[in-house]
């Protein structure tokens, strides 16, 4: 049973940036696809990027060119950069796992088997 846990979420202004990373414990995510999904205060989970085994990425459009997602499989640890924050960037961001080292469909949530319980990005205008 992986566990995820989500770290470095807070408050920025925008324009700012911040860093968050996703640490695995309990087994390898070297072999997963891993994906980070948002969620804001009334509406639905949103696909933000997705990473594969071998580090191909994909990402939703609203945060092309300012996000970027990395691995680190020696540490277990899957990262999201975020650049050039705005105020609809707010959200509880989670990281996910996706037992398929290439989804077929990265930004499809049912798709993920294990996630993290959040961290909370607030950008204020």
């Known amino acids: 049973q992986v566990q995820l846990v989500e770290s470095g979420g807070g408050l920025v202004q925008a324009g700012g940036s911040l860093s968050l990373s996703c640490a695995a414990s309990?087994?390898?995510?070297?072999?997963?696809?891993m994906g980070w999904f948002r969620q804001a205060p009334g509406k639905e989970r949103e696909f933000v990027a997705a990473?594969?085994?071998?580090?191909?990425?994909t990402y939703a459009r609203s945060v092309k060119g300012r996000f970027t997602i990395s691995r680190d499989n020696a540490k277990n640890t899957v990262y999201l950069q975020m650049n050039s924050l705005k105020p609809e960037d707010t959200a509880v961001y989670h990281c996910?796992?996706?037992?398929?080292?290439?989804?077929?469909?990265?930004?499809?949530?049912?798709?993920?088997?294990?996630w993290g319980q959040g961290t909370q990005v607030t950008v204020s205008s």
């Open positions: 996910a796992a996706n037992l398929l080292p290439t989804p077929p469909h990265p930004a499809w949530d049912n798709s993920y088997t294990y």
């Open positions: 309990g087994g390898t995510i070297s072999s997963c696809g």
């Open positions: 990473i594969n085994w071998s580090g191909d990425t």
